[in-house]
């Protein structure tokens, strides 16, 4: 099922907030440091449709990302050699050219992270993904709500927890999160209008009980705090939790995460080959500054370095408590 999401003069809605991101920043602004990550969702289509899903991601969704568009991406790593290729979705996988987006990415010499979302091996043509994966040497990167079902299957659908577990156990069996070379990280998200505990200590309770529940083995937890925008604005909304969630996120604004922030290292690519400083302002069509390349197509290192990054209320999410990236906590 997809969301209806809420949206102000045609484009997705902002989070309110009851002060503004700026005002935080005491009226300055941020900039990037050096792009050494090429961050590139390949489509929204997804064999699930998560409640905190803040791409809006669904079986439902048809946007897609064409191979010429992945040719911009592999020549944008070759020539300006980007370090990382970070591929999400919706479910990467199911981008018809999605292994050959890996194998040439792998061959310019990139580090390869692949946010799955585990369920996926399950679908039609995918049940070889984990020794595709192996055979890449990509980093894997799973969502998992919770070791527990009952939490697991409220965020993600009926049966998920089961599969996952199954998921997990197939990557394990091919070498991840047992050998050095085949890295398993797993992502937590709150189930609720609350912040993450603390990263190491939950980490130590999903490595012990996955272990002894399942035999199930990895190398590091992440967490990373609900974005406040898309799906999870909605549900905010309709559960009245907006304006307990956004204070909650305004109080624990901590300074020193500034500098670890994701979009500083960063630069994101839609499916159709947009540029934005972070994947969260990409789901807001948030763009770059006009005075910046907008396109893949006409990519440049020079001018993206040192930019100036477009922010609004929802980066609260970013920087509260101890900071959250797709790497997980900042400080």
Not at 36 to 59: F, I, R
Not at 108 to 123: C, S
Request: charged fraction near 20%; charge should be neutral; glycine fraction near 6%.
């Amino acid at each position: 099922m997809q969301a209806v999401q809420i949206t102000r003069n045609g484009k997705p809605a902002l989070p309110d907030s009851p002060i503004s991101f700026s005002r935080k920043l005491n009226g300055g602004e941020l900039f990037s440091a050096r792009v050494d990550t090429l961050q590139v969702n390949v489509g929204k289509l997804c064999n699930q449709a998560c409640k905190h899903c803040h791409v809006d991601a669904s079986p439902a969704r048809t946007e897609i990302m064409k191979r010429e568009t992945i040719e911009s991406c592999l020549r944008v790593l070759r020539e300006f050699r980007i370090k990382t290729l970070d591929i999400t979705g919706g479910a990467p996988e199911l981008n018809p050219n999605f292994r050959y987006f890996v194998t040439e990415a792998r061959n310019a010499g990139a580090q390869v992270l692949i946010r799955h979302n585990l369920t996926v091996i399950f679908e039609k043509d995918q049940e070889d993904l984990p020794d595709f994966f192996a055979a890449s040497q990509a980093e894997v990167i799973c969502s998992l709500p919770y070791f527990l079902e009952q939490q697991t299957d409220s965020q993600r659908g009926t049966g998920v927890f089961e599969k996952s577990v199954k998921a997990l156990q197939k990557l394990n069996e091919v070498g991840y999160g047992t050998n050095e070379k085949l890295v398993l990280n797993l992502v937590y998200n709150p189930t609720g209008a609350f912040l993450p505990p603390s990263q190491t200590a939950i980490e130590a309770d999903f490595k012990r009980e996955l272990k002894t529940r399942y035999d199930i083995s990895f190398n590091n937890l992440y967490t990373i705090t609900n974005m406040p925008i898309a799906r999870f604005l909605d549900w905010l909304r309709r559960s009245k939790n907006e304006e307990s969630y956004m204070t909650r996120l305004v109080n624990a604004f901590n300074p020193s995460t500034l500098e670890g922030l994701m979009c500083r290292n960063l630069i994101s690519v839609d499916w159709q080959g947009n540029l934005f400083d972070c994947d969260f302002n990409q789901m807001l069509e948030l763009s770059l500054k006009e005075d910046l390349p907008q396109t893949i197509f006409d990519f440049s290192l020079e001018k993206l370095n040192s930019r100036q990054i477009a922010t609004a209320n929802h980066c609260f999410g970013c920087t509260a408590g101890a900071g959250s990236s797709c790497g997980g906590t900042v400080v």
